[in-house]
């Protein structure tokens, strides 16, 4: 077995050079994840199941013949899952339920290469931006114990901070891809909608906003898995252009002369940390000195309101998908199986009619339109990635007291999703980069967003600030190779 030094020293592309050069084995790999997981388990938590089978007893001809044959991975606790596994939602109403279908992501990332070891923490159906659950208990943040590693993908991303696994599997329906990799200090890409295919699933969560795709810790591995998975599939609801060549060649390109504006605006009217406005700005001068336009922009979402919108939609019939999963189950919504936040959601979520969703449809095509003039005058979107740095356990958790179904949006998702959730609403690609430090210790992400279907400029652009503000020797505290 590798040293853990080592091993996390590593990215996925790197592990895989190793294997292609028979310098590791494929079973080598995986013991040195499942050491990391065993080590991290008590002061991480960010790994809910082990798939004990696919380490000692791996065996390489049946891993795919990809780019990432033989690295390890984790898959989130939530939608991507594989035929015959458990899949639980971070829930205790959904206790020990199998998946009946595999997914065409989950398919893409075996087709790649990956040794999936197991699951990795999310909260109650994903719905908050810390990994806080009553089933599996908190995972903590890599950078300081006790400290939110954000949500929904906090697992997978507080496991690949600390090096247990170079890349793991994330979703993001209103910023859970990128929020997790503001607050651990990762790389988190949400694809345009339509980039990655959520087959078979028939309703398109959240109505087309919630994606799939990985936490990393470089931009190559984004990229590179991106085309692995970025595959339109029969009965997609619709496919956007894609480039003639392949994203991790693109990536490593210098992209051309950008406009890039610089959005600060409160837009649910969130303070912002000085220090985390200061990033941004250093940001911008680092992107002026490489010769791209950068002047401050002005962006109005429609307010507060607007989250109103996104909670109809997102919970529009979620009392009906529980009881269906409670049948799977064979167990029953309530205090017992549900977190109180939860409940309260699930008890209210009927007083959601078809009125009011289509209300809340048209109440974000005119938040799409108004955000979508950004467009008119820029190429990419520069922003913080949260308003705040990482916040202590009990913050934003779905226990929290005196938070229910009429202040959800206000108290648990405005400071964290302000200025992730613009992206999912337009459906542009919007990527994290951990592109600077907080005086306290704590990581500070920056976002960079596109246009739609524009991933490789976003990537292209990317790969430039990583080589001009490099993360790659950071390490935090509770990392496996500190042991």
Known sequence: MMKLAEYAAHDATGLAALVAKREVTPMELARSAAAAITQTAKTLNAVVEVYEQRIDAVDARHLGSGPFHGVPTLIKDVFG??????????????????????????????????????????????????????????????????????????????????????????????????????????????????????APVVDEPGFGYSKNLVQARTVRDVAAILDCVSMPQPGDPFIIPKPTEPYAKLAQRAPGKLRIGIVLDELVGVKIDPEVVAAVHATGKVLAGMGHSVDIARVDMGGAAVLDATTDLFFFGFDQRLDGYARRAGTKAGPDTLEPVMLSVYEHSHEITAARFFKAMVDLNVARRKLGAFYENHDIWLSPTTARVAEPWGTYNLSKPGVGWHNLAAELFAAPIQFTIPHNIMGTPAMSLPLAMHTNGLPIGVQIAGRPADEHTVLQLSTALEAAMPWRDRMPPLHVSKA
């Open 81 to 198: 899952h594989e035929a015959g596994t458990r899949i639980e939602f971070g829930s205790r109403l959904c206790r020990g339920m199998k998946v009946e279908t595999s997914t065409a992501f989950l398919e893409g990332l075996k087709a790649a290469g990956f040794n999936i070891l197991g699951r990795s923490a999310a909260p109650e159906y994903s719905m908050a931006a810390t990994t806080e659950s009553a089933l599996y208990g908190n995972t903590s943040n890599p950078w300081r114990s006790g400290y939110s590693a954000g949500g929904s993908s906090g697992g997978a991303a507080a496991a690949v901070a600390a090096g247990v696994v170079p890349v793991a599997h994330g979703s993001d329906i209103g910023g859970s891809i990128r929020i997790p990799a503001s607050w651990c200090g990762g790389v988190g890409l949400k694809p345009s909608r339509g980039r990655v295919s959520l």
